[in-house]
């Protein structure tokens, strides 16, 4: 039996842990009326759909694009900036530090180049999706208050999914090298 935790078990449990705890504070907060307790639940809560969007739009971006991308679509090039930038930020030092949700999508044992490029393009998008739908919990702040909280939360977050994105359009450039 295979008992390795996984980055899917992680953030589905993860979800399912603040869905229940979220319950339980607001359940607690209306009974009681603490402040305590709606701060935790809007805490938990905000916390829960970050995790919960990401797999949701990870999910609905892996059935919509099948991994089959066109990497040589000009939205997947680099910028003439970027190279700069890349190297300038020292990614190449820490990308391989960040965690992959599955690893085996991107092992050259298992996938050509090709279709690695392909995945990184639908990653990509993925990640991209993830930034705008970021945001969404600033709407929430106009019924809970709290507003600097909800921005910075939503901020965090972007920056977070920001480096997977800067990540998969600099290792698919180094690829789409490979592949040529």
């Not at 391989?96 to 050259?108: A, G, I, L, V």
Request: some cysteine; aromatic content about 14%; overall charge positive.
């Amino acid at each position: 039996m295979d008992k390795q935790i996984t980055m899917p078990k992680v953030m589905k449990m993860i979800t399912a842990i603040g869905i229940l705890v979220t319950l339980v504070t607001m359940i607690i907060y209306q009974n009681n009326n603490s402040s305590i307790f709606l701060t935790l639940a809007i805490t938990f809560g905000t916390i829960t759909y970050h995790f919960g969007m990401r797999l949701l739009i990870g999910w609905l971006v892996m059935i919509l694009m099948k991994n089959k991308a066109d990497y040589t679509k000009q939205w997947y090039q680099l910028h003439s900036w970027e190279k700069a930038f890349y190297k300038k930020i020292k990614i190449k030092r820490w990308k391989n530090k960040m965690p992959t949700y599955r690893p085996q999508d991107f092992s050259p044992k298992e996938h050509s180049w090709h279709e690695i490029a392909q995945t990184m393009c639908q990653s990509e998008v993925g990640h991209e999706l993830i930034i705008g739908f970021s945001f969404l919990p600033i709407i929430a702040s106009k019924w809970f208050g709290a507003f600097g909280v909800f921005v910075i939360t939503s901020v965090i977050s972007v920056g977070f999914d920001l480096i997977f994105v800067m990540m998969q359009r600099y290792n698919r450039d180094r690829i789409q090298r490979l592949i040529r």
